[in-house]
C-alpha cells in the first residue's frame, strides 16, 4: 500500500509524515489475491492452482473459478481496491467462506476528517436507507493503528456463493459484513478494511474474528 504523499515544512505543527504501507496478521488458511494488474493474473493462478492441486478431471470448473476470481479482482482494483484476501480455512470437508477487501478511498477535504465526523455521516446516511434494510451498527474504536470506524451490517442475499469467497453454501442468507474505516497518517485518505461471509449463524464469531485481523493492522515506514 502506498499512500499519497505530500511535501510539508519541517516545523512543530507539521502532522506525522504518511506511511509507507501497513502490515496485517491473518489467520493461516487465507490466501492473497493483489490487485494491481500486473500482478493480479499471478495471484488469481496462484490461488486456482491450489485449490485445484490433485484433481485433474475437472478442467471445466477450474476455468470458471479462475474467471471469476478475475472479475472479481478487476472490480475491486477499479474500486479503489489494494488486496483481497480469501478464506480458504477448512471444517473437515467445509471451507469457511469469507473475505477481506482492502481499499484506499482518499476523500476530497483540505483538512483530515476526523473519525468521529464520518462516523455521524455514515449514520445519518443508515438512516436514510430502506425501511426493510437491517439498520447497521456504527461505532468509534480505538485500535493499535489509530482511532477507527467500526460499521457492521447484515444484508439478506439471493442464493449462491458470497462476494469473494468460493465454496458457499446454496439457499436465501444473510451476508454479514464488518468494515474498518482508519485514517492514514499524515494525509486525508482512509484505509477500508470491507470483512464479509454468508455466515449469520455463526456471525459473531466470525465478527470477533475480523476485529482481531484489524486490530492487528501497523502502519510501517
Not at 494491481?36 to 478442467?59: M, Y
Not at 467462506?97 to 482492502?102: C, F, G, Y
Not at 462516523?119 to 437491517?134: K, M, N, Q, S, Y
Amino acid at each position: 500500500m502506498k499512500p499519497p504523499e505530500s511535501p510539508a515544512p519541517s516545523t512543530p505543527s507539521t502532522p506525522p509524515a504518511p506511511p509507507a504501507d501497513y502490515r496485517l496478521l491473518l489467520p493461516q488458511g487465507w490466501f492473497r489475491i493483489l490487485l494491481d494488474p500486473g500482478q493480479r493474473d499471478k495471484s488469481v493462478d496462484a490461488l486456482v492452482e491450489r485449490q485445484f492441486r490433485g484433481i485433474d478431471n475437472a478442467p471445466h470448473l477450474k476455468e470458471e473459478l479462475r474467471g471469476d476470481l478475475r472479475r472479481r479482482a478487476a472490480k475491486a482494483y477499479r474500486s479503489g481496491g489494494i488486496e483481497l484476501y480469501l478464506s480458504l480455512q477448512a471444517v473437515g470437508p467445509f471451507t469457511i467462506p469469507a473475505s477481506l477487501l482492502v481499499t484506499l478511498a482518499p476523500l476530497r477535504h483540505a483538512e483530515p476528517l476526523p473519525p468521529e465526523d464520518l462516523a455521524r455521516a455514515l449514520a445519518e446516511d443508515a438512516d436514510d436507507e430502506d425501511a426493510g434494510t437491517p439498520v447497521p451498527e456504527v461505532g468509534v474504536e480505538e485500535l493499535a493503528a489509530g482511532t477507527a470506524v467500526r460499521v457492521r451490517r447484515l444484508a439478506p442475499q439471493p442464493g449462491g456463493a458470497a462476494p469473494g469467497a468460493p465454496g458457499a453454501p446454496d439457499g436465501d442468507h444473510a451476508s454479514v459484513s464488518v468494515e474498518y474505516h482508519l485514517p492514514v497518517p499524515g494525509t486525508t485518505a482512509y484505509l477500508l478494511l470491507t470483512f464479509s461471509t454468508p455466515l449469520e449463524p455463526i456471525a459473531d464469531a466470525m465478527a470477533g474474528l475480523f476485529d482481531a485481523i484489524a486490530g492487528s493492522l501497523t502502519w510501517t515506514e
